[in-house]
């Protein structure tokens, strides 16, 4: 008979990346409260453990073809591919200064200066979370929602769902102990022709890594613990 030796440790935190989002795999509950997908769920509890693991979209390629396929996008220090090392990429990963696009990308910046993978200070009790999604015209975006801790806490339409700035928005999100941000854009339409084709509702246009709130002012991130993440992914009313 075989089996694991009694001691045997069958899980290891060495790692610090997950593909979130690859071709049409839906990553919430779908519907919201069933099991099915719900990978977002294990990324962010991850984080409510206190494990900074990042998101990637996508952890392969078979080529530079594909067009709406899911793609990661990292702060660069240089616009200039001559200047650019390839450490650099290493180091905005780790950090988690990235975001998924899946059609759409997502510029958050919290408290005026913190994005993807920073810590800001919210003694205060709320901090401010600029939003600005683009996209072609072709690729929807009807609205956007914001996490606190793997919690739904805010859903803003697009201002322009068919334009290139589908939405430049501030959202005052309220804080009562260190957390992490995250937000995720949605459409509501079919992806144009030619482009990868999936439900808009369990998969989004795009999804940031997280912005840590270091709300005690100890200079650290206080995980919130193991928890459920409560969210129902609907479009605000209009």
Known sequence: ????????????????????????????????????????DDWMGFH????????????DTHG???PGE????????????????????????????????AG???RLTAGGQAGPGDMIGAGGGTVDVAIRVEAPPAVDVAYVTVFRNCDQVASVLATDPHGVVKLDVTVPVAVTQDSHVVVAAFGAETMPPGLVQYSPAGRPRGVTNPVFVDHDGDGAFTPPGVKSCVYDLAPPDA
């Open 104 to 106: 759409a990308f997502i």
């Open 70 to 101: 899911v793609r990661t996008y990292f702060a660069s220090p240089t616009d200039d591919p001559v200047s650019f090392d390839g450490q650099d990429l290493v180091d905005a990963l780790v950090a988690g200064r990235a975001v998924v696009s």
């Open 48 to 59: 409510n453990l206190g494990h900074r693991i990042v998101a990637l979209g996508s952890s």
């Open 1 to 40: 008979m075989l089996g694991f030796p009694p001691d045997a440790e069958l899980w290891s935190w060495d790692f610090n990346a997950i593909e979130l989002m690859n071709g049409p795999r839906v990553i919430f509950r779908n519907p919201p409260g069933a099991l099915a997908g719900a990978l977002f």
């Open 64 to 66: 530079e073809e594909g």
